[in-house]
């Protein structure tokens, strides 16, 4: 799909995931999924078991070839968390991975309001239209390619710092390694013995 | 180590510290301060002919101070490098009526009383932190009498008095009177896994050091009585069991209960524990000829420096706090940079060295391709709409924009320099500045829709998705409940937060407005967050004036880790809005319409 064809109005798909009952434990899914069908733009509403199990995310691409979708919102759980993978799946559809908003029904929702379900299913309602809103607006994003300087500064010498330097080094890349100390070894070249081998350290 | 020495792709930098690091993912610049050796160690032979002449007499750090060394001296036998070093704060000075004994000894010429300190800058994709831990200094925890009794001891004096390179070649002996003790007992959880001194986490290695300790000791010396005071035995991982066991076949004795009170035998320089031994609920008194203190470990003193060099976040237990506890367990928040080794919480070396591996294969993993696609997350300016003022060039913390006033030409964003905080469009007065992906538009949407219906029961929170955002998602996983009624709305920077935004969120009827962001210091954007702190300043200025309660506009620096500051801070927010009548909230609408409709005619006059 081209980017122009995708700033077209918007035709906005919301997939509502239960993630079990992380989210369904305490937020009525289906409710909020007929309630995300009454939205303006919104041209189809599902609620699903998990939207990033493969069955899940099958259904957004179908949806979004059959419905002619060109925008997604996912409500499940944090962005932080599941973003790149609904990114991935919208772009294995054709669809700018831009053009995906996710509302967060799980870490800030259902986990946090677990014992309110109605106040948590409202709640659940309005972040879900609040992503609708957001994605009227959102358009279609390129990434930017920078070069990459193929060196690796490593802060500390003893165990874990070498053994970080030496396996960058084997894999052919320059390494620094800054210890504050005048020798590198840290605090494993004190010790005599290491459990559970009982060999020594050095 | 000697492997990482002679290794042809690394660069050992000894002696050195990390003075500022600048850059993003790819391309991150540091510079590198390497202190002066004052012995040039691709010269050094290691033969030690300095150290037999000098006169100066210090105690040795590296065997905990039970030894010995000179000014001039090599760390340890397997130092890497293999090079002398110079202790210049002891040492009596190249002036040869005061001494100068080693440069005149060293056949090869190598010491060099005018060497100078190095500053170096090299330039990196992605950076490991490695920065490790710092043992507990037992002497604040009186009842054990570490300090005042001769022979209390820490783990880690043990772990040199058996070291066959230690200060007694590996001979276990008392410090008040060089003999061997036929008894050892020692402490476990000595600063660790305390609500009231010390740390409160579990430190990890003490358990397992402790037992492979009891095994060294039956191995030197089979007759020794041993007992060992715990809480709880954590033998958790892979052949743990196994050691535990045979320490307990070997004859070590486990008694439940930590000592309340360690005092000392004048006589004999015994020491005498007195215990509550939990297994049978009897308090009982133990003589041992020696105590081991089983030392818990804390971050470094020095950690901070890394840490705001880097902006990296810590947990509540000060260690470094990882991307994504399960997921992304050496990555930290900041795209590049990884965590290897204890600076993310205490391990021993198996588990540093597999998450060094790991910290190494996502490093690589990140570097390999020898680009990297960065998030479209940037600013451009509307030329047409941009009146030249070059507030936005000023605010950039990445100097991303190019603005030359007396060029008649708008300002300029350099794309793959911008990092896409957003401040340049928050403090833009013309509104010029299109942040993609986080418009102006986009975001008034998202504060119309939160606000549509019931909008004085609503708390809109702008919250920075590096912190504040990770903060709201921590206490998600922690489940820490607060009001329902709280809304976010995500911005990349707490520095993206524009004044109309606010101001818009209160002309749809909020009765609170909570903007936050990651602590001062902290900022993912360098220092993006004091444009946040200068424009709330102004608002609550602005709110005065107007006559508007400035405290129903609240700032708040909300770090990742800080799940329940989150909530805390919810939950006052709720207080807050509480405090808000209807009748304040009418009189907000009539006073921010009024103030409109001023701006409005004062445009219109000045067009």
């Not at chain 1, 925008?71 to 919208?90: D, G, I």
């Not at chain 1, 320059?174 to 070249?189: D, N, T």
């Not at chain 2, 390179?165 to 003790?181: I, K």
């Not at chain 2, 015994?270 to 009897?282: F, H, M, Q, R």
Request: charged share 25%; proline share 5%; with cysteine.
């Amino acid at each position: 799909m081209s980017d122009d064809k995708q700033a077209l109005e918007p035709r906005v798909g919301v997939y509502v995931c239960h993630c079990g009952l992380n989210i369904a434990g305490a937020v009525d899914c289906a409710a909020v999924a007929e309630y995300a069908e009454g939205l303006d733009n919104v041209v189809v509403a599902r609620h699903d078991g998990y939207c990033c199990s493969e069955p899940g995310q099958n259904r957004i691409k179908e949806d979004i070839a059959q419905h002619r979708l060109n925008r997604v919102v996912v409500a499940s759980c944090s962005p932080r968390l599941h973003e790149p993978t609904f990114r991935q799946c919208v772009a294995a559809a054709g669809l700018n991975p831009y053009l995906m908003e996710m509302a967060n029904l799980r870490e800030q929702c259902s986990w946090v309001h677990s014992h309110e379900p109605q106040a948590a299913t409202a709640k659940a309602k309005d972040l879900v239209r609040s992503a609708v809103a957001r994605t009227r607006g959102l358009s279609a994003r390129h990434e930017i390619e920078v070069p990459m300087d193929q060196a690796t500064l490593v802060i500390g010498g003893g165990v874990a710092g070498i053994q970080a330097a030496l396996d960058l080094a084997d894999d052919g890349f320059k390494v620094f390694l800054v210890e504050k100390q005048p020798s590198i070894g840290g605090m494993m070249a004190r010790l005599d013995k290491t459990y559970p081998t009982m060999d020594c350290s050095i | 180590m000697a492997d990482a020495g002679r290794h042809p792709n690394i660069t050992l930098l000894t002696g050195s510290e990390v003075k500022s690091v600048k850059g993003y993912v790819g391309n991150f610049t540091a510079k590198i301060l390497k202190k002066a050796r004052f012995v040039h160690e691709d010269q050094c032979t290691a033969c030690g002919d300095c150290a037999e002449v000098c006169p100066v007499v210090v105690p040795d750090e590296f065997n905990e101070g039970l030894s010995s060394r000179r000014a001039i001296y090599q760390p340890f036998p397997q130092a890497v490098p293999s090079a002398y070093v110079l202790d210049i704060k002891n040492c009596l000075g190249h002036d040869p009526i005061k001494c100068g004994k080693c440069a005149e000894r060293c056949d090869k010429k190598c010491i060099d009383f005018d060497m100078k300190d190095e500053e170096l800058e090299v330039k990196v994709g992605t950076i490991v932190v490695a920065t490790g831990m710092e043992v507990y200094d037992p002497t604040v925890l009186d009842e054990y009498g570490y300090t005042r009794y001769a022979n209390v001891l820490t783990s880690l004096e043990l772990e040199r008095l058996i070291n066959a390179g230690g200060p007694t070649q590996g001979q276990v002996v008392r410090l008040s009177d060089r003999r061997r003790p036929r008894s050892v007992a020692f402490i476990q959880c000595v600063g660790s896994r305390s609500q009231k001194r010390g740390n409160p986490y579990c430190s990890n290695i003490c358990c397992m050091n402790t037992i492979k300790s009891t095994l060294q000791l039956k191995e030197h010396y089979p007759d020794i009585d041993l007992k060992v005071f715990y809480i709880d035995i954590r033998a958790f991982g892979k052949g743990f069991e196994d050691l535990y066991r045979r320490s307990r076949l070997e004859g070590a004795q486990y008694v439940r209960g930590l000592p309340g009170a360690v005092r000392e035998d004048p006589a004999t320089g015994d020491l005498i524990l007195t215990v509550e031994n939990t297994a049978t609920d009897k308090l009982e008194e133990h003589r041992a000829e020696m105590v081991v203190l089983a030392t818990g470990v804390h971050p470094p003193e020095e950690m901070h420096i890394v840490q705001e060099m880097l902006a990296l976040q810590k947990c509540s237990d000060g260690f470094y706090l990882e991307a994504h506890p399960k997921l992304q367990p050496v990555d930290s928040a900041t795209k590049g940079i990884f965590f290897a080794g204890c600076a993310e919480g205490p391990k021993d070396i198996k588990e540093s060295v597999t998450q060094a591996s790991a910290a190494a294969a996502r490093a690589s993993r990140l570097m390999s391709p020898g680009r990297l696609l960065v998030e479209a997350i940037t600013a451009e300016v509307h030329d047409e709409a941009c009146t030249m003022c070059g507030i936005c060039a000023k605010v950039c913390p990445y100097n991303a924009i190019s603005f030359d006033k007396k060029s008649g030409r708008p300002a300029k964003v350099n794309e793959a320099a911008c990092a896409g905080c957003g401040t340049c469009a928050a403090e833009c007065p013309a509104s010029a500045i299109h942040m993609h992906h986080f418009t102006d538009d986009q975001i008034n949407a998202q504060i119309d829709a939160i606000l549509e219906e019931d909008p004085h029961a609503v708390i809109p929170v702008f919250a920075c998705n590096w912190c504040s955002y990770a903060g709201a998602d921590f206490a998600g996983v922690s489940r820490m409940q607060y009001p329902a009624n709280t809304r976010l709305i995500r911005t990349m920077c707490s520095g993206r937060v524009r004044e109309d935004f606010v101001w818009r969120a209160f002309q749809r009827g909020a009765p609170v407005v909570l903007v936050s962001g990651c602590h001062i210091g902290d900022c993912h954007y360098i220092d993006a967050n004091h444009w946040t702190e200068k424009r709330v300043k102004r608002m609550w200025r602005k709110m005065e004036k107007l006559g508007l309660r400035p405290e129903r506009l609240q700032l708040e620096w909300i770090s990742a880790a800080e799940g329940v500051r989150f909530r805390d801070v919810m939950q006052r927010m709720e207080e807050l809005r509480q405090s808000v009548s209807a009748q304040e909230l009418a009189e907000t609408l009539r006073i921010l319409q009024e103030e409109a409709d001023r701006t409005a005619a004062k445009r219109e006059t000045a067009a």
